[in-house]
């Protein structure tokens, strides 16, 4: 059971709550949360109800829970969060479209990506500086060259900065440029990172890991909203399988699971989810109507001479007409995508 408190809960009445539930024999725990602190109940051996307990000063409501991700839960939360960030929301009735190259090479590059996502009606160009690779003789990326120059193309064309951060020690320099923090798949469970992240004022975009379960991708955003950051977007982006043809597959299942079980926003990047561009439209359409929030895209205006993921990401040209697609699909599913 999750006991929510009151947010304007006196100090003496949470110490008398907690010497009542004691009293009782009701076993807990404080949680601090981004919306106020909660109480878990480990043990409730005199059988109080949550209709009893909401009797008593200071609680706002009682929750049967099983789940251990609290703040992440819909249960906590039944209205999907709205996170807004420079004049755009993630969550809610407006699609979000976020695109850009898997790893900034170079002004011109950049400044190509960025005038075609803008063109499309997306908000926020993405990019990594820092680059978690397989082998480690592949491009690494730029590092703080790479967030100037990145910086300098979203402020041209009035995009949002998305930028992924590795670990805790690169955080500070990719906070200082970045509007969003993007998490990687292989760094969902990177625990110490996710805690930092729960100390920042920023949204963070947090990856699927490839072969979590959503229970565990839940529990990873738990870590970062149990630090107080409430600013969380959840991104599918499909799970390892033993299918070589493609890159992972795309699970798209997940978003509708993921939308019961959370309030946050749940993108989708069908990108890395195949690994083929040739693949990426057909599967950005089908999240579009699947009930996710938005898309997270790669786009490149050279993709064969891209130092990192070349073969998943798609022309400039092909954004532009997915986004007139999207404008056609995502009023099925009670979702708005302006014009560009």
Do not use: W
């Not at 996502?117 to 690779?133: C, E």
């Not at 955080?171 to 805690?195: C, H, T, W, Y």
Request: glycine letters at 12%; one cysteine or more.
């Amino acid at each position: 059971m999750i006991i929510v408190l009151d947010p304007g809960i006196r100090q003496a009445e949470r110490e008398a709550l907690e010497a009542h539930l004691a009293g009782r024999g009701v076993a807990h725990r404080r949680e601090p949360g981004p919306r106020g602190d909660v109480l878990v109940v480990t043990a409730n051996p005199s059988g109080l109800t949550p209709e009893q307990l909401e009797s008593l000063p200071g609680v706002a409501r009682a929750l049967p829970s099983a789940t251990e991700f609290v703040h992440a839960s819909r249960e906590m939360h039944p209205a999907g969060s709205v996170i807004h960030v420079g004049g755009v929301t993630a969550g809610g009735g407006e699609f979000l479209l976020a695109a850009g190259p898997c790893a900034v090479e170079g002004p011109g590059q950049m400044e190509a990506c960025a005038t075609a996502v803008a063109a499309a009606g997306g908000k926020i160009l993405r990019g990594g500086s820092f680059k978690p690779r397989t082998s480690p003789y592949s491009f690494q990326g730029l590092g703080r060259e790479g967030l100037e120059i990145h910086r300098g193309a979203a402020d041209r064309h009035g995009l949002l900065m998305m930028s992924e951060v590795l670990d805790r020690e690169d955080l500070p320099m990719v906070a200082e440029f970045a509007d969003i923090l993007q998490v990687g798949s292989r760094n969902m469970q990177n625990f110490p990172l996710l805690k930092a992240l729960g100390g920042i004022r920023k949204p963070v975009l947090l990856k699927r890991g490839l072969a979590a379960t959503r229970e565990e991708f839940l529990l990873a955003a738990e870590y970062i909203l149990s630090g107080g950051n409430s600013d969380v977007i959840l991104c599918e982006r499909g799970i390892r399988s033993f299918d070589p043809s493609l890159r992972n597959s795309l699970d798209l299942a997940s978003v509708v699971l993921l939308k019961e079980m959370t309030h946050l926003p749940v993108l989708v990047d069908p990108s890395h989810a195949t690994g083929q561009s040739r693949l990426v439209l057909p599967m950005a359409r089908a999240a579009a109507v699947s009930g996710a929030d938005g898309l997270l895209l790669e786009v490149h205006p050279d993709p064969a001479g891209a130092l990192s993921d070349g073969p998943q990401a798609i022309l400039p040209e092909d954004l532009i007409r997915l986004s007139a697609d999207l404008r056609a699909l995502v009023p099925v599913v009670g979702r708005t995508f302006g014009a560009p």
